[in-house]
Structure formats: C-alpha cells, structure tokens
C-alpha cells in the first residue's frame, strides 16, 4: 500500500469523449453514430489496480447536492456513521464509470443484508448539465437503485472533487457536438468509525476486489 498526500492524486485521469447529439439519437431513434471512446491515462496510469492509503486521512466532502429524487442531500449528515464509497463521474461514460459502478454494485449484493443496508455508494456527476435527477436515476437504477447519484452546481462538484484529491474538469463541448468530459477514476472509502477517507481505490479494482474488501470496510476496517 502506498501513501500519497491529497494533491499527488492524480491517479487515473480518465478522458471519456463522447457526442451528446449522436447518443440522444440512438437512445431515442437508434441512430448509428460513432460510440464514444474512453482512454485511461495519467502519472500513475502503468502501475497495476489497487489500493493507496491516505495519510492523512481525508474528510469527507462539506457538499449539498441534488439526488435522483430531486431532493436535496447534504453528503456529511446524510452518511454519517456509514461506510461510503464515493466516485466522481458520469451516466454518459462509455465504459469506465459503468463498469466500476458495476464492480461495486456486484459485490455489494453479496454481503448480508443488515451490512448492505449500512453501506452507503455516492455516485457524483462531473457532467451536471446533462445528468439530471431524472437521467441518474434511470441510470444508477439499471446498476443498483440502492446508490446515490447526485448533481448540481459544477463549481461545488469540482472543489468537493479537490478537496478529496481527485481531479475534475469542466465538461468541453466541440463544434461537431461533441463533448469531452475529464475526471479522476477514484473511488474513495470512508470509515463509519470516524467519517474519514484512510483508502481509496485505483481505477481497475475488480469486483473479486470489493467483493473481498467490502465486508472490513463495513466493519471499519482497512482492507
């Protein structure tokens, strides 16, 4: 396990271009525009998947968003006492930001019922514009309507991103229509024992992974 302070983690940048025209047209007329393609990079972007230990540990977040309810969810009260898995994304991404919600989603359903139920799973949208509470909840509920999917102003988005040392850009729209999205890969782990992030996980964890971790991180444990 390595240690990185806040502003080294910069681990797995992932840079998801995709065309907001094209994909409202195949979800609505099945049109065959281009797929969207999402490339992994970064500093760290060669080192295999894993976990980084945060030293000092990081607080979670002071953030009030929109949920996919449309009611407003206050992250600090609302998943205190709580494991939480926190990740940075959006419903838009054409394989990374599924697949990791998937991952989690996958090893979630295996632990016991009560340990389910304490387990907290924060999806926050880099991609406000288009991530509606209508569009996540359509979205998360196909993965698991048990997580949360926030979204909201993206100035307050990218500081809580920051602050946990995860990078966020504003979303680039191109005169052709489409649109770059860039953001860190992250998913980060907050203790119930004291609601600080002492683990994160880099982009590629496998659901064998969580599955394996998810049972400590209930119990307060460093997996």
Not at 19 to 41: D, H, N, R, Y
Not at 58 to 83: I, M
Request: proline share 9%; charged share 20%; hydrophobic share 35%.
């Amino acid at each position: 396990m390595r240690t990185l302070a806040p502003a080294a983690r910069r681990l797995a940048t992932v840079v998801a271009l995709g065309a907001a025209a094209s994909l409202s047209l195949t979800a609505c007329g099945g049109s065959s525009g281009s797929l969207p393609v999402a490339v992994v990079s970064g500093a760290s972007s060669s080192a295999p998947p894993g976990t980084i230990a945060l030293s000092p540990p990081d607080a979670k977040p002071n953030l009030t968003l929109t949920d996919q309810d449309g009611h407003s969810y206050d992250l600090v009260r609302q998943t205190a006492g709580h494991p939480t898995l926190l990740y940075f994304g959006y419903t838009h991404c054409p394989d990374v930001c599924p697949t990791t919600m998937a991952d989690i989603a996958g090893a979630a359903r295996k632990l016991p019922a009560a340990e389910r139920r304490q387990l907290r799973v924060v999806f926050i949208s880099t991609d406000p514009s288009r991530d509606t509470p209508q569009r996540l909840k359509q979205w998360l509920g196909a993965i698991d309507p048990d997580f949360v999917g926030l979204t909201g102003d993206f100035n307050a988005i990218q500081a809580a991103a920051s602050s946990v040392g995860v990078s966020v850009s504003p979303p680039v729209k191109h005169k052709d229509g489409s649109e770059t999205v860039t953001h860190g890969a992250e998913v980060i782990v907050f203790s119930p024992k004291d609601d600080k992030a002492h683990i994160l996980y880099t982009s590629g964890v496998s659901e064998q992974r969580y599955t394996a971790d998810l049972p400590k991180i209930v119990k307060g444990e460093t997996p």
